[in-house]
């Protein structure tokens, strides 16, 4: 399992480009599928997209740094896409659908740890 820490997200005309710091060997990169599905790590502070393949699971991690230009690709409604390779790009399926889901499931749930929930709150409260 990889674990790629996004460091950089750029709107890319239609899209959002996200880089991480590091690349995957290009095999796996190719190899990989959209899990669409996004974890949170409330420890952590951040919001994790699931990639997969036969082997098993990477995650794509956007930690709080990240989080006012999630703000921005949420509130864009344009598709966003993590550079794997240097010709190997793919678009994380359901993100939107996923992040809207997390934003509503923490708000005023404890179970997330207070701390997180009003990071959470101050980064995507919407007005």
Known sequence: MHKLH?????????NWLAKSHEWL??????????GARLLVDSDGFAFIYILENETGFHHIIFHREMWPVLRKIYESKKPIVVELQQNVKKELFQFQEE?????????GNGNYGEKFEQAVRTAFTFE
């Open 6 to 14: 996004i460091v950089d997200i750029q709107e890319d005309g239609q």
């Open 25 to 34: 060997p290009n095999d796996v990169a190719k190899d990989l599928n959209p």
């Open 99 to 107: 992040l809207s889901f997390l934003l509503e499931n923490i708000e």
